[in-house]
């Protein structure tokens, strides 16, 4: 019964693991992520609904965000300013109110 357990426990760490190095790689621009990087991050805005924060926020830290280069993390329906010669990351389920939203300017 306890390996059972410890089996369950492994296999949601494993998953756990692999959505963090997937979110990562993501933020990085579809880059593997490099951990000891010594270069500066690309630095980067994150535009998120709530979909994409129920997935980011347990996963990691504002700190491990900084660390990837992400300066300011808003989410999409929030009132904001457009900052030109930014990159962005949009983290958004693909709903035509997620679109229109995006289209404004």
Request: charged letters at 25%; aromatic letters at 6%; proline letters at 7%.
């Amino acid at each position: 019964m306890a390996a059972a357990a410890a089996a369950t426990a492994a296999a949601a760490a494993s998953i756990r693991e692999r959505q963090t190095v997937a979110l990562k790689r993501m933020l990085n621009f579809n880059v593997p992520h490099i951990k000891n990087s010594t270069g500066e991050p690309v630095w980067k805005v994150l535009i998120y609904d709530r979909f994409g924060q129920d997935i980011i926020s347990p996963l990691l830290s504002v700190k491990e965000l900084r660390d990837m280069g992400i300066t300011l993390h808003l989410l999409l329906h929030s009132d904001r300013d457009p900052i030109p010669d930014v990159p962005a990351v949009y983290f958004v389920m693909p709903t035509e109110e997620n679109i229109d939203r995006m289209c404004q300017k």
